[in-house]
């Protein structure tokens, strides 16, 4: 036997994890996190799933991971539009175009957080998805009374109403957004708010 033969070990790349990442993030979205067994995602991988436990020690941590990258993501970017003092309307033009934007950069984890945050939430580990949901709805909220009380958005509008309608159906494109196609997320956004601001906002 050589002498000073060592066992070494490899690190995996940040590459690679990130590939591993958005293989489980597509078989999670299409077949759903239940129904997805880690040999499943190793075979989308081509390679072992013995294998696959070289880089994470379960699925879970796969879910978390992928979840928990898209939330701070956007919270990041959400954020800075909310520190940015800008108006009323024109904070929720740009809380809707970072929306699509994370739509067109997480398009298989905004899928897997609609279907499976509800009775993730109840898991210690994904607690964070309930205070995440809060924090959404406290800036939206805040934002649409905000625009009430300044004049720029309609008087008459049911708050809690408005905000579910611009929640669900900006969210509702991950199930028909195509990453690449012929309308980036801006322009997409930029004709959602045409229409969604000409029902709410104030009419000169």
Do not use: C
Not at 99 to 121: C, N, P, T, W
């Amino acid at each position: 036997m050589p002498k000073n033969s060592k066992k070494t070990t490899v690190t995996p790349s940040p590459e690679r994890r990130e590939e591993l990442l958005a293989t489980a993030a597509d078989v999670f979205a299409a077949q759903g996190y239940n129904a997805t067994t880690v040999r499943k995602i190793a075979d989308e991988a081509g390679m072992l799933a013995g294998s696959l436990y070289y880089h994470f020690d379960s699925k879970e941590s796969m879910l978390d991971e992928i979840l928990s990258t898209f939330l701070d993501e956007l919270w990041g970017r959400y954020d800075a539009v909310l520190a940015a003092g800008l108006g009323p309307r024109q904070t929720l033009e740009a809380l809707v175009t970072e929306s699509f934007r994370g739509i067109d950069r997480h398009l298989a984890a905004v899928a897997i957080y609609q279907k499976e945050s509800r009775h993730l939430q109840s898991q210690p580990r994904f607690h964070y998805l309930a205070d995440s949901q809060q924090k959404f709805e406290k800036a939206w909220l805040g934002t649409l009374e905000r625009g009430v009380a300044q004049g720029e958005f309609r008087a008459d509008l049911d708050i809690r109403l408005t905000y579910r309608f611009v929640r669900d159906t900006v969210w509702v494109a991950a199930s028909w957004y195509q990453p690449g196609g012929r309308r980036g997320p801006e322009e997409i956004a930029r004709q959602y708010l045409s229409m969604v601001l000409e029902g709410i906002a104030v009419r000169e």
